[in-house]
Protein backbone atom coordinates (compact mmCIF):
# COMPACT_ATOMS: atom_id res chain seq x y z
CA UNK A 1 0.00 0.00 0.00
CA UNK A 2 1.11 3.45 -1.15
CA UNK A 3 1.13 5.88 1.74
CA UNK A 4 3.83 8.21 1.40
CA UNK A 5 2.53 11.82 1.24
CA UNK A 6 1.55 12.98 -2.85
CA UNK A 7 2.59 15.79 -4.75
CA UNK A 8 0.04 17.94 -5.76
CA UNK A 9 -1.14 18.24 -9.74
CA UNK A 10 -2.93 21.41 -11.06
CA UNK A 11 -5.51 19.20 -12.73
CA UNK A 12 -6.78 17.76 -9.20
CA UNK A 13 -6.93 21.16 -7.69
CA UNK A 14 -11.00 22.25 -7.77
CA UNK A 15 -11.28 25.82 -9.00
CA UNK A 16 -14.32 27.53 -8.59
CA UNK A 17 -16.02 30.58 -10.51
CA UNK A 18 -16.46 32.72 -7.56
CA UNK A 19 -16.90 36.08 -7.56
CA UNK A 20 -15.20 36.57 -4.22
CA UNK A 21 -12.45 34.58 -5.32
CA UNK A 22 -10.53 37.35 -6.34
CA UNK A 23 -6.85 38.90 -5.02
CA UNK A 24 -8.45 41.84 -3.26
CA UNK A 25 -9.82 38.89 -0.70
CA UNK A 26 -7.41 36.90 1.96
CA UNK A 27 -7.10 33.26 3.07
CA UNK A 28 -5.35 32.73 6.27
CA UNK A 29 -4.65 29.05 6.35
CA UNK A 30 -2.41 27.27 9.23
CA UNK A 31 -0.29 24.58 9.29
CA UNK A 32 0.82 25.62 5.49
CA UNK A 33 3.84 23.88 5.64
CA UNK A 34 2.80 20.69 4.29
CA UNK A 35 -0.03 18.62 4.34
CA UNK A 36 -3.68 19.12 4.53
CA UNK A 37 -3.14 22.72 5.24
CA UNK A 38 -0.21 22.76 2.39
CA UNK A 39 -2.84 21.59 0.40
CA UNK A 40 -5.53 24.00 0.69
CA UNK A 41 -2.87 26.97 0.55
CA UNK A 42 -2.31 25.95 -2.87
CA UNK A 43 -5.50 25.38 -3.57
CA UNK A 44 -6.92 28.89 -2.33
CA UNK A 45 -4.05 30.77 -4.41
CA UNK A 46 -5.11 29.06 -7.40
CA UNK A 47 -8.61 30.34 -6.91
CA UNK A 48 -7.22 33.45 -6.91
CA UNK A 49 -7.10 34.29 -3.58
CA UNK A 50 -4.33 36.46 -1.86
CA UNK A 51 -3.06 33.26 0.67
CA UNK A 52 -1.62 33.83 3.66
CA UNK A 53 -0.13 30.18 4.92
CA UNK A 54 1.27 29.74 9.03
CA UNK A 55 3.13 27.63 10.51
CA UNK A 56 6.13 27.17 12.67
CA UNK A 57 8.16 25.32 9.85
CA UNK A 58 10.20 28.26 7.88
CA UNK A 59 11.47 26.30 5.30
CA UNK A 60 8.51 24.03 4.40
CA UNK A 61 6.64 27.38 4.28
CA UNK A 62 8.32 29.23 1.91
CA UNK A 63 8.45 25.39 -0.28
CA UNK A 64 4.61 25.65 0.05
CA UNK A 65 4.57 29.31 -1.03
CA UNK A 66 6.98 28.37 -4.09
CA UNK A 67 4.18 25.52 -5.15
CA UNK A 68 1.65 27.99 -4.91
CA UNK A 69 2.97 30.77 -6.56
CA UNK A 70 3.97 27.97 -9.43
CA UNK A 71 0.32 27.43 -9.75
CA UNK A 72 0.08 30.94 -10.92
CA UNK A 73 -1.33 31.99 -7.38
CA UNK A 74 -0.18 34.38 -4.89
CA UNK A 75 0.65 33.47 -1.42
CA UNK A 76 2.80 34.74 1.67
CA UNK A 77 4.53 32.67 4.31
CA UNK A 78 4.01 34.05 7.63
CA UNK A 79 6.36 31.94 10.14
CA UNK A 80 4.43 31.56 13.34
CA UNK A 81 3.95 29.82 16.67
CA UNK A 82 0.54 28.96 17.19
CA UNK A 83 0.83 28.60 21.01
CA UNK A 84 2.18 32.15 21.23
CA UNK A 85 -0.60 34.56 21.31
CA UNK A 86 2.07 37.76 19.99
CA UNK A 87 2.47 35.03 16.54
CA UNK A 88 -1.20 34.95 15.81
CA UNK A 89 -1.77 39.20 16.48
CA UNK A 90 0.99 39.82 14.15
CA UNK A 91 -0.05 37.32 11.30
CA UNK A 92 -3.26 38.70 11.27
CA UNK A 93 -2.31 41.86 11.10
CA UNK A 94 -0.05 41.35 8.11
CA UNK A 95 -2.67 39.53 6.27
CA UNK A 96 -4.85 42.28 7.00
CA UNK A 97 -2.40 44.73 4.94
CA UNK A 98 -3.07 42.23 1.90
CA UNK A 99 -6.71 42.95 1.55
CA UNK A 100 -9.82 42.10 3.24
CA UNK A 101 -9.68 38.88 5.21
CA UNK A 102 -12.73 36.65 4.40
CA UNK A 103 -11.67 33.32 4.80
CA UNK A 104 -9.68 31.08 7.51
CA UNK A 105 -8.92 27.79 7.54
CA UNK A 106 -7.78 26.26 10.69
CA UNK A 107 -5.99 23.42 10.04
CA UNK A 108 -2.89 23.36 12.14
CA UNK A 109 -2.53 20.11 14.50
CA UNK A 110 0.04 17.41 16.42
CA UNK A 111 -0.26 14.22 18.13
CA UNK A 112 0.80 12.26 20.88
CA UNK A 113 0.06 8.68 21.18
CA UNK A 114 -0.86 7.73 24.72
CA UNK A 115 -3.34 6.37 27.42
CA UNK A 116 -5.21 8.84 29.32
CA UNK A 117 -3.35 7.86 32.53
CA UNK A 118 0.05 7.93 30.60
CA UNK A 119 -0.36 11.16 29.30
CA UNK A 120 2.10 13.54 29.79
CA UNK A 121 0.54 17.11 30.83
CA UNK A 122 2.93 19.33 28.93
CA UNK A 123 1.18 17.50 25.81
CA UNK A 124 -2.01 17.92 26.73
CA UNK A 125 -1.46 22.03 27.00
CA UNK A 126 0.37 22.38 23.72
CA UNK A 127 -1.91 20.35 21.91
CA UNK A 128 -4.61 22.50 23.06
CA UNK A 129 -3.05 25.69 22.54
CA UNK A 130 -2.62 24.75 18.69
CA UNK A 131 -5.45 22.43 18.51
CA UNK A 132 -8.26 24.68 20.30
CA UNK A 133 -7.37 27.89 21.20
CA UNK A 134 -5.58 29.36 18.13
CA UNK A 135 -8.13 28.53 16.52
CA UNK A 136 -10.35 30.12 18.69
CA UNK A 137 -8.35 33.09 18.85
CA UNK A 138 -7.32 33.30 14.80
CA UNK A 139 -11.75 33.15 14.45
CA UNK A 140 -11.46 36.31 17.24
CA UNK A 141 -9.23 38.29 15.66
CA UNK A 142 -10.59 37.61 11.66
CA UNK A 143 -14.35 37.98 12.58
CA UNK A 144 -14.36 42.16 12.78
CA UNK A 145 -12.47 41.51 9.37
CA UNK A 146 -14.68 39.35 7.78
CA UNK A 147 -17.94 41.71 8.96
CA UNK A 148 -15.95 45.00 7.99
CA UNK A 149 -15.85 43.43 4.30
CA UNK A 150 -18.23 45.36 1.99
CA UNK A 151 -20.72 42.33 2.28
CA UNK A 152 -20.17 41.52 5.92
CA UNK A 153 -19.92 38.07 4.65
CA UNK A 154 -17.02 35.45 5.62
CA UNK A 155 -16.22 31.80 6.57
CA UNK A 156 -14.41 29.99 8.68
CA UNK A 157 -13.17 26.25 7.91
CA UNK A 158 -12.27 24.29 10.46
CA UNK A 159 -10.14 20.82 10.10
CA UNK A 160 -11.79 18.26 12.69
CA UNK A 161 -11.65 14.35 11.84
CA UNK A 162 -13.38 11.11 12.58
CA UNK A 163 -12.19 12.05 15.77
CA UNK A 164 -14.69 14.30 15.92
CA UNK A 165 -17.14 11.78 15.67
CA UNK A 166 -16.00 8.70 17.36
CA UNK A 167 -13.00 8.18 20.21
CA UNK A 168 -10.22 5.65 19.47
CA UNK A 169 -7.83 4.54 21.99
CA UNK A 170 -4.68 6.77 22.84
CA UNK A 171 -5.66 9.43 21.52
CA UNK A 172 -7.22 11.24 23.74
CA UNK A 173 -6.27 14.61 23.33
CA UNK A 174 -6.68 14.76 20.21
CA UNK A 175 -10.09 13.76 20.66
CA UNK A 176 -11.56 16.07 22.66
CA UNK A 177 -9.61 19.14 20.33
CA UNK A 178 -11.92 17.81 17.31
CA UNK A 179 -15.01 17.21 19.19
CA UNK A 180 -14.23 21.18 20.31
CA UNK A 181 -13.73 21.94 17.18
CA UNK A 182 -17.16 21.07 15.66
CA UNK A 183 -18.27 22.80 18.82
CA UNK A 184 -16.13 25.76 17.34
CA UNK A 185 -17.26 25.77 14.41
CA UNK A 186 -21.05 25.64 15.56
CA UNK A 187 -20.67 28.58 18.03
CA UNK A 188 -19.30 30.75 15.11
CA UNK A 189 -22.31 29.76 12.70
CA UNK A 190 -24.73 30.23 15.59
CA UNK A 191 -23.34 34.47 16.04
CA UNK A 192 -22.93 34.86 12.43
CA UNK A 193 -26.51 35.47 11.30
CA UNK A 194 -26.45 33.36 8.26
CA UNK A 195 -23.59 36.03 7.38
CA UNK A 196 -20.47 34.51 8.86
CA UNK A 197 -20.11 30.55 8.00
CA UNK A 198 -18.49 28.01 9.28
CA UNK A 199 -18.47 24.51 8.96
CA UNK A 200 -15.39 21.76 9.23
CA UNK A 201 -14.48 18.88 7.40
CA UNK A 202 -13.86 15.51 9.03
CA UNK A 203 -12.18 12.97 6.91
CA UNK A 204 -10.45 9.53 7.85
CA UNK A 205 -6.69 8.94 7.74
CA UNK A 206 -5.11 11.10 4.97
CA UNK A 207 -1.90 10.70 3.58
CA UNK A 208 0.02 13.40 5.39
CA UNK A 209 3.62 13.17 7.56
CA UNK A 210 1.33 13.55 10.87
CA UNK A 211 -0.54 10.78 9.85
CA UNK A 212 2.14 8.57 8.52
CA UNK A 213 4.54 9.64 11.98
CA UNK A 214 1.98 8.05 14.14
CA UNK A 215 2.24 4.15 12.89
CA UNK A 216 5.70 3.34 15.07
CA UNK A 217 3.76 4.32 18.15
CA UNK A 218 0.89 2.71 17.14
CA UNK A 219 2.78 -0.37 16.32
CA UNK A 220 4.40 -0.38 19.40
CA UNK A 221 1.56 0.30 21.81
CA UNK A 222 -1.09 -2.24 19.95
CA UNK A 223 1.88 -4.69 19.53
CA UNK A 224 1.52 -5.46 15.85
CA UNK A 225 3.07 -4.59 12.91
CA UNK A 226 3.13 -1.13 11.12
CA UNK A 227 1.40 -2.77 7.79
CA UNK A 228 -0.98 -4.07 9.92
CA UNK A 229 -1.78 -0.12 12.04
CA UNK A 230 -2.23 0.60 7.88
CA UNK A 231 -4.60 -2.08 7.35
CA UNK A 232 -6.21 -2.82 10.57
CA UNK A 233 -6.51 0.09 12.96
CA UNK A 234 -6.53 3.08 9.79
CA UNK A 235 -8.27 1.92 7.50
CA UNK A 236 -9.47 -1.18 9.35
CA UNK A 237 -13.16 -0.05 9.40
CA UNK A 238 -13.20 2.42 6.33
CA UNK A 239 -14.96 0.74 2.78
CA UNK A 240 -12.20 2.77 1.04
CA UNK A 241 -9.10 0.94 1.37
CA UNK A 242 -6.75 3.74 0.33
CA UNK A 243 -5.82 7.24 2.34
CA UNK A 244 -7.31 10.08 0.91
CA UNK A 245 -5.01 12.45 -0.44
CA UNK A 246 -4.42 16.03 0.65
CA UNK A 247 -5.70 17.98 -2.07
CA UNK A 248 -8.93 16.04 -2.01
CA UNK A 249 -9.43 17.30 1.43
CA UNK A 250 -8.36 21.05 0.41
CA UNK A 251 -10.78 20.36 -2.48
CA UNK A 252 -13.14 20.43 0.55
CA UNK A 253 -12.44 23.55 1.91
CA UNK A 254 -12.65 25.47 -1.34
CA UNK A 255 -16.01 23.73 -1.79
CA UNK A 256 -17.24 25.62 1.56
CA UNK A 257 -15.38 28.86 0.97
CA UNK A 258 -17.49 28.93 -2.25
CA UNK A 259 -21.19 30.63 -3.30
CA UNK A 260 -22.21 26.93 -3.58
CA UNK A 261 -22.26 26.11 0.03
CA UNK A 262 -24.12 29.03 1.16
CA UNK A 263 -26.60 26.58 3.11
CA UNK A 264 -23.28 25.25 4.49
CA UNK A 265 -23.71 26.70 8.21
CA UNK A 266 -21.90 25.20 11.01
CA UNK A 267 -22.31 21.68 9.44
CA UNK A 268 -19.84 19.10 9.27
CA UNK A 269 -18.61 17.63 5.81
CA UNK A 270 -18.06 13.82 6.83
CA UNK A 271 -15.95 12.18 4.53
CA UNK A 272 -14.35 9.12 5.65
CA UNK A 273 -14.79 6.36 3.05
CA UNK A 274 -17.51 5.07 5.53
CA UNK A 275 -15.50 4.44 8.85
CA UNK A 276 -18.10 6.25 10.87
CA UNK A 277 -21.19 5.35 9.77
CA UNK A 278 -21.13 1.75 8.00
CA UNK A 279 -20.26 -0.93 10.24
Do not use: W
Amino acid sequence: MDIAEPTIKREEVLVLSDEDFNQDNVCVVTGAAGGIGRAIAVAAAANKLMTVGLDINEEEGKKTQQMAREMGGQMIFLPANLSKDEDIEHAVAEAAKLGTIKYLANVAGVQHIDSIDNFPMEKYDLMQKIMLRAPFYLSKLTLPHMKKSPSGTGVIGNMASVHAHICTRNKPVYNITKFGLRALTQSIAAEGEGKIRSFSVSTGFVRTGLALKQIPAQAEQRGITPEEVVRDVMMGTSRVKEMMAPIEVANLFIFGFSRFSRYLIGGDLLFDGGMVLTY
